[in-house]
């Protein structure tokens, strides 16, 4: 069975500065997809970015980038010029390419920004 | 265009009581996943619908049901509510096996 291991349960980072979350995962599949969601207070479930497996090519979205290595199962999110409106609960989520849609989610991590 | 809703945005129920929660998707989108998110957890898979037949169905008992609706909305039906049963309820729409599913506010159900 597919998990999805998020060690950080919280942290946090100065206004301005940059964090990186770590998510490490496991699965025998060499097909999958990757996903950051961010779950502000509203608990609203909102995606700040995917990565596929078959791209070796690290996914960026504005200040969010990832640092995917295939071979170590890691996918860790960096935000970079962190804004106090990024502070939430972050996922780290999985799934696999073809059968159905389940995401498998890690425990989270509580990012808190410090003005 | 609308995001996915979900309906009602919150309930009380009593033990033993029967509860159904609504999702209507994002237009156009054809498949829709339903997960329960335990507080302080990260959301559990339930169940995965697309043209009205069950795709995936996660490691819940069987007082969980769902079923889909011609115009792709989507009803979780939980009978013999269990304390255990409180959590966020999160429905997600995507197209058929697209990689991104796109999430509701949540049903937030607390079972007393």
């Known amino acids: 069975a597919q998990t999805v291991t998020q060690s950080q349960p919280e942290m946090s980072v100065q206004e301005a500065e940059t964090v990186t979350l770590s998510c490490t995962y496991d699965?025998?599949?060499?097909?999958?997809?990757l996903f950051w969601y961010k779950q502000p207070p509203s608990r609203q479930m909102i995606l700040v970015i995917r990565q596929e497996a078959y791209k070796q090519q690290n996914a960026t979205e504005n200040r969010f980038s990832v640092n995917f290595q295939k071979a170590a199962k890691s996918f860790s999110l960096k935000i970079s010029d962190s804004q106090l409106g990024d502070a939430a609960m972050y996922f780290c989520a999985y799934r696999i390419v073809f059968g159905n849609e389940k995401l498998t989610f890690g425990t989270g991590t509580r990012l808190t920004i410090i003005p | 265009d609308a995001g996915v809703t979900q309906s009602p945005t919150h309930l009380i129920k009593t033990r033993g009581q029967h509860v159904t929660l609504r999702c209507s998707p994002i237009s156009g989108h054809k498949s829709v996943s339903w997960y329960q998110q335990v507080l302080g957890q990260g959301p559990q898979f339930i169940f995965q619908?697309?043209?009205?037949?069950?795709?995936g169905r996660g490691n819940f008992p069987d007082r969980f049901s769902a079923r889909q609706f011609p115009n792709y909305s989507s009803e979780l039906n939980v009978n013999a509510l269990l304390l255990g049963d409180s959590a966020l309820y999160l429905c997600?729409?995507?197209?058929?096996?697209?990689?991104?599913?796109?999430f509701g506010p949540g049903t937030r159900l607390l079972v007393l």
């Open positions: 699965t025998s599949e060499s097909d999958y997809y």
């Open positions: 619908y697309y043209e009205k037949e069950e795709r």
């Open positions: 997600a729409s995507s197209w058929y096996n697209q990689e991104t599913q796109y």
